[in-house]
């Protein structure tokens, strides 16, 4: 039997014209672990939906076992033994465990009833293949952490009986524990003989846990890596998937915050979310927010932005007290937030980039109540050229942009608006590393400008990297500020999971 359990070749696929997958082709040995990385829009994931019977490529043709395989739907890949756990679940919120596993092949017994516990027994006999015991099976999907339903994501394709396994993203919105959960999880499966696909932007894992790393760049194969050692440089793998050196990651802040303070939050609190939170944010700082997630800092940062009214405190915007209602309120004061949930919260996907970018500045293009269609051409296309949204296509609807630049979208909508604070909240989550070094770009050019910009993060190593202070907020207060000269990963880690009294230590 051939050492490859999957051939891909010659796959090509278009879209509208456009060419994402130019004649690729990709093999996966047994019981390996292959990660695709390239930056958002390289054609890993148009790839792995190919392999997963939601695309029919133009061209090209699969082997899986040695013998010519044809996948037109999902129920193809899943017949081929394939199971693909995309980056957004396929999960019905409001039915169980058990039920989301069984979905579309119910256990009925008589008079049409479902055969619960048959059910539940052989869900848990799946979720006990990755080593999970006493699992909830009757908990509906929706009061679920995303690790948990990560689990029944993965106990779906386990009990499907599946030899490939596609993880697109599957850390991207884990918390450090849960990360190293699942890691368990797949080297169980792999040890066990599965072969799994594993796309991530998060190198780090990509080198520690894969056997060969595959680099897509503009649809086409650039590389695949052996990683046998796991000792691949980052740098290498970042200088394949952009084409060119980043230097530094971070780039270097040149300007200094000023003294004057743009934001100042005074015992701020919301019953159930964050207590006593009181802290400023300079002219020209970039103020990093640090924590587990959970730990009430998007919570915090929505109330900043009039989306949760807290129950007690104030905000004051260049020394005077601000009522914020409301997110109009907040744009009216100065303050922006580019939210956490992008596709949720940060855009309208059935609209064009141009309206979007448009939507919160009807005042600087409209006309006693008409759209000036000059002016909004022109305050659209400013920021498709300063921030090199890719394609420049101002008409194109934001859905069709890749994750990079549907977020500069969200910036460049907030950007038009003139800011005095700027709160990014996971800026780069889920974009490729060529993107996230413009994103860190943009925010020192807005630091540069006076603009005063937060950041929250997961990533405690972006913020170490780009941040003149750090606050950590653990369980709804801030337990820990850290100034630059100060920095310690240690001393921050710390500060997120221990609470050492009422007061937080400065540093």
């Known amino acids: 039997m051939s050492d490859m359990i999957l051939k891909m070749k010659d796959i090509t696929k278009r879209f509208l014209g456009v060419v994402a997958l130019d004649h690729v082709n990709f093999e ?73 596993m069984f979905l579309g092949r119910e256990k009925i017994k008589g008079m049409g009833h479902l055969c619960k516990s048959e059910m539940e027994k052989q869900a848990g006999e799946a979720m006990a293949r990755l080593g999970v015991r006493d699992f909830d099976l009757q908990t509906k999907v929706k009061y679920m952490s995303v690790a948990m339903q990560q689990l029944v994501e993965i106990g779906k394709a386990v009990f499907d009986d599946i030899d490939i396994l596609v993880m697109d993203e599957p850390t991207a919105v884990l918390t450090e524990r849960e990360t190293e959960g699942l890691f368990e999880i797949v080297q169980n499966l792999k040890t066990k003989g599965m072969s799994i696909i594993y796309i991530s932007h998060r190198l780090e894992e990509v080198i520690r846990l894969c056997d060969r790393i595959t680099v897509l760049r503009d649809g086409k194969i650039i590389e695949t890596i ?131 970018i448009c939507l919160p500045n009807h005042d600087q293009i409209c006309h006693f109540g008409h759209v000036n269609r000059k002016k909004r051409d022109e305050l659209a296309g400013k920021y498709v050229v300063n921030l090199q949204i890719r394609p420049a296509d101002a008409e194109r609807q934001i859905k069709n942009f890749s994750g990079g630049n549907q977020q500069k979208g969200v910036i460049a909508k907030w950007l038009a608006a003139g800011p005095k604070v700027m709160i990014l909240d996971e800026p780069t989550r889920g974009i490729d590393v060529g993107a996230k070094v413009e994103i860190y770009n943009i925010i020192n050019s807005l630091a540069a400008e006076g603009v005063a910009v937060i950041v929250v993060s997961s990533e405690l190593l972006e913020l170490l990297g780009i941040c003149d202070r750090i606050l950590v907020i653990n369980n709804g207060r801030i337990s820990g500020e850290f100034d630059r000269e100060n920095f310690s990963q240690d001393a921050i880690m710390q500060a997120s999971f221990d609470m050492g009294g009422t007061e937080h230590e400065r540093v």
Do not use: C, W
């Not at 390239?38 to 699969?62: D, F, Q, R």
């Open 28 to 100: 996966l040995r047994r019981g390996e672990m292959h990660a695709l990385v390239g930056e958002n829009g390289a054609g890993k994931s148009t790839l792995m939906k190919i392999l997963g019977g939601v695309y029919v490529p133009e061209e090209g043709e699969i082997e899986i076992n040695g013998k010519k395989t044809v996948i037109t739907k999902p129920i193809d890949a899943i017949a081929n033994k394939v199971g693909v756990i995309y980056q957004e679940f396929n999960l019905v919120p409001t039915l169980d465990v058990a039920e989301n």
């Open 226 to 356: 052996n990683n046998q050692n796991h000792d691949t440089e980052k740098d290498y793998i970042v200088s394949k998937m952009v084409g060119r050196e980043l230097g530094n990651y971070f780039p270097l802040k040149i300007t200094e915050a000023s003294n004057e303070v743009a934001l100042e939050v005074r015992n701020l609190s919301k019953k159930g979310m964050y207590q006593d939170i009181s802290f400023s944010a300079k002219k020209g700082e970039i103020l990093g927010i640090s924590g587990l997630v959970g730990a009430g800092r998007t919570e915090i940062m929505k109330s900043i932005f009039g989306i949760i009214k807290p129950d007690s405190g104030e905000i004051l915007m260049e020394g005077k007290p601000v009522q914020i209602k409301n997110p109009s309120q907040a744009k009216k004061s100065g303050i922006a937030l580019v939210p956490e949930d992008r596709k949720r919260e940060g855009v309208v996907l059935g609209m064009s980039l141009k309206d979007n």
